[in-house]
């Protein structure tokens, strides 16, 4: 039987002969049929071979925050057993794993600022499950400080004594009230001679610092200072939209923030939108330079209310770029709410003033002091409410707005404490949040530090408790 081929099981031919080129093409074919049905396979007997690859299908994930808005670069893994698929969403939100085991797939979504979740999805053999995820945004205790409205400092040489209100919020933006002196520690603060701002003691026209410690180790005092009635107010919204924010705020932190003040808008109350930037080195991307300001005030209670707001909000994330003209655009926005003609006789007014930097167009320090005591001179009974995020704001311009203007210093050392922040000033524009007034004394090194000097600058380090941890308040205070 010269043309024979002989299969044993899922072994070796045992026996080939071929007599023409015909016959040896159907050997052949035979031998891969055989090798096939026995799972392919390398070096011949009982299990040998690789097992054949299983069954596969792909996962579309689509991820967005809580109001809807695309989550770009979030980090997806899809895992079915002890194999795995991974990739980041697009600008869309968007991301198509491909070859992904057949089963239940446990779905693991993280991106920083945000909490991460997992979840699952079916993976079907040869078809595409399409999975929508939507991630919080993560959250953390913050604060901010405001002058003091008790008793004014007290310079004896080298020492001084005085008091500054601080606000502590917790991750919900609910005020924390259960602190004591303890709680609160005034750092010590080591003049930087690599910077030309001083970082201690300010004089004016000076360069001049002085490092100073407490005398203390926490402080002397803290009282709770209740908020009062809540108040209605009109308050404009000024978002720095310059190219920096794309590096210090990549998700956007600050314009979700923004819809948090708006939808807590009370009955009464009025918001306005605004944005700003200015070509230098880059184009600025907003639509009217150095100032956008998208009318008109909207309220919660109308049908014109603040919400309409949120497309606007939306829009911004793709609109960064320039340099930070913050005075040259406080002080348009500042006429603008000032005169208009639309809102209640008699009503508070402010400007919530957003920045991750400091003002790029003004000079240096000497020329932007006096340029921010023009804009603070001219704000009209304007309160100013500032708020930094990232340590390359400029402190002392910041809480220099706020304190002479009878406004708060709001500042957030990373994103995750922005949305409390904002939801916090709503309460601080009508005056009803409650409030720490702390006592510190302090020592200079310098026997002279207090002469002629115009303010103190420090940190706060607070202890908010079990679950809000610990977190840095910025601040200024006045030298008598």
Do not use: W
């Amino acid at each position: 039987m010269g043309n024979r081929v002989s299969v044993e099981g899922c072994g070796r031919m045992s026996g080939l002969s071929v007599a023409s080129r015909s016959l040896r093409l159907i050997a052949l074919a035979a031998l891969a049929a055989v090798v096939t049905a026995c799972g392919g396979g390398g070096g011949g007997g009982d299990g040998g071979g690789n097992p054949p690859p299983p069954d596969t299908g792909s996962l579309r994930v689509t991820v967005t925050d809580t109001s809807g808005v695309s989550v770009n670069d979030a980090d997806v893994r899809a895992t079915v057993g002890s194999a795995s698929k991974s990739g980041s969403t697009d600008a869309a939100g968007v991301v198509l794993l491909s070859g992904v085991n057949v089963g239940t797939a446990s779905v693991e979504v993280s991106r920083s600022t945000f909490v991460s979740q997992t979840v699952s999805a079916t993976i079907t053999a040869d078809q595409t499950t399409d999975l929508a995820v939507e991630l919080v945004r993560a959250t953390s205790a913050a604060g901010g400080s405001l002058t003091s409205r008790g008793a004014g400092p007290v310079v004896v040489g080298n020492n001084m004594t005085f008091e500054i209100e601080v606000i502590v919020v917790d991750s919900d933006s609910q005020p924390i009230t259960n602190l004591t002196a303890a709680d609160f520690v005034l750092n010590a603060c080591v003049e930087d001679t690599n910077t030309a701002r001083a970082d201690c003691v300010i004089k004016q026209d000076i360069a001049f610092d002085s490092a100073y410690s407490s005398t203390t180790a926490t402080a002397q005092l803290a009282v709770v200072v209740p908020g009062g009635a809540a108040q209605p107010y009109a308050a404009g919204l000024l978002l720095d939209q310059s190219r920096s924010i794309s590096g210090s705020d990549p998700t956007g932190a600050r314009l979700f923030s923004a819809k948090a003040f708006l939808d807590g808008l009370g009955g009464g109350d009025h918001a306005l939108l605004a944005a700003f930037a200015k070509d230098d080195t880059t184009a600025a991307e907003i639509p009217t330079q150095p100032l956008t300001v998208y009318p008109p005030f909207r309220d919660a209670t109308t049908a014109d209310d603040a919400p309409s707001y949120y497309d606007t909000l939306d829009s911004l994330a793709d609109l960064v770029g320039g340099g930070t003209p913050l005075y040259e655009s406080l002080d348009l926005l500042r006429d603008e709410v000032l005169n208009d003609a639309t809102l209640p006789a008699g009503i508070a007014k402010a400007i919530v003033l957003f920045t991750d930097g400091e003002d790029t167009f003004c000079g240096g320090p000497n020329t932007c002091r006096t340029r921010r005591n023009t804009s603070i001179q001219n704000a009209g009974g304007l309160r100013f409410f500032t708020i930094g995020l990232s340590t390359a704001i400029d402190f002392e311009a910041m809480a220099d707005l706020a304190n002479k203007s009878g406004g708060a210093f709001l500042f957030a050392n990373s994103a995750e404490q922005l949305i409390p922040l904002y939801g916090t000033v709503g309460e601080l524009l009508s005056l009803s949040l409650p409030t720490y007034r702390l006592t510190f004394s302090v020592d200079a090194d310098d026997p002279n530090a207090f002469v002629n000097a115009i303010a103190l600058r420090g940190r706060v380090t607070v202890d908010a408790g079990t679950g809000s941890g610990t977190f840095e308040v910025p601040f200024i205070v006045g030298v008598p």
